[in-house]
């Protein structure tokens, strides 16, 4: 088993991955970070509510399945809706389904929202981890499981409406942070599409600008006073990265991915091209 089951400084219950000592949810935990830093800023129920989507499904990719916290917490909203609201669809990627497999066991189903063997959650995770695929009259949830590079490859371009980025740091998995990623990632996001994540690196969010994402600040959650919060669109942010960001990014010693490289040329380049986004024309120093 490649996951352990701890308690958190809050007094919440969390999977540690033993390899990296990366805990998930490490602030209020499994039930109410999912809700905060996903759920809630993405704006799930009122964009599955809204009457003008046409009867066409949202799109929900959910980039590191863990123990299925987010998704689970996603997929309960689209269940409390009535049949005439928006189909849900989420995608889940990971390479691993050991943090899944531990949540689901009667020890700590409950910790993790998956209450018993009766429950529908219960019923889902578990067929998603049996089967890849779990499927109501509201919700559909299949498994794109491996390296994410490759899976999101095969996922069609501009299908995506939402996405929650939670994959353990930088440090842990570097290619999974990447501009080459971010972009591949751009591809599939449609307009009006958003991508929500707890990272607040400077990297981090010059990758997403390098990658074509517009990107700015998301509200506090748990331990964490920000959040991220990228788009499609400039105009769906409501706290767009303006001048004094990129002013903080000039100085930093880590203000780009490590694909950037350390050569002045090359971040000098970087920063130029972070400077020309669009979103930075609306700014004012």
């Known amino acids: 088993m490649r996951c352990e089951v701890v308690i958190t400084k809050s007094g919440a219950p969390a999977m540690r991955d033993i390899a990296s000592g990366e ?3 490490p602030g209020t935990g499994p039930e109410v970070e999912p809700k905060e830093l996903y759920v809630i800023p993405s704006r799930l129920l009122e964009r599955l509510s809204d009457p003008r989507a046409g009867g066409s499904s949202l799109v929900l990719l959910d980039v590191g399945l863990g123990a299925a916290s987010n998704a689970i917490a996603a997929w309960r909203v689209s269940e409390s809706l009535p049949r005439t609201a928006r189909r849900l669809e989420i995608v889940s990627f990971d390479n691993d389904l050991s943090a899944l497999a531990l949540a689901l066991e009667p020890a700590h189903a409950a910790s993790f929202g998956l209450t018993s063997t009766e429950s529908d959650a219960y019923a889902a995770a578990s067929a998603l981890l049996r089967a890849g695929r779990h499927e109501t ?24 409406d939402v996405v929650y980025w939670d994959f353990y740091s930088a440090k842990t998995h570097p ?5 080459s990623t971010l972009g591949a990632l751009r591809r599939v996001c ?34 964490r006073a920000e959040t991220t919060i990228a788009a499609v669109d400039v105009a769906d942010l409501a706290e767009p990265l303006g001048e004094r960001w990129l002013q903080r990014l000039a100085r930093s010693t880590v203000s780009f991915p490590a694909e950037v490289g350390p050569a002045p040329e ?16 609306r700014s004012t120093p």
């Open 23 to 25: 805990v998930m949810h």
């Open 266 to 281: 090359a971040r000098a380049e970087a920063l130029a091209r972070v400077r020309a986004c669009a979103q930075f024309a």
């Open 175 to 179: 290619h999974l942070w990447s501009v």
């Open 137 to 160: 009259e509201r919700t559909v949830w299949r498994l794109s499981r491996g390296d994410f590079p490759e899976r999101i490859a095969a996922e069609p371009a501009a299908s995506a």
């Open 190 to 223: 449609r307009t009006g599409a958003t991508l929500h994540t707890y990272s607040t690196a400077t990297s981090f969010r010059s990758a997403l600008l390098l990658a074509g994402f517009a990107v700015g600040t998301g509200g506090r959650t748990g331990l």
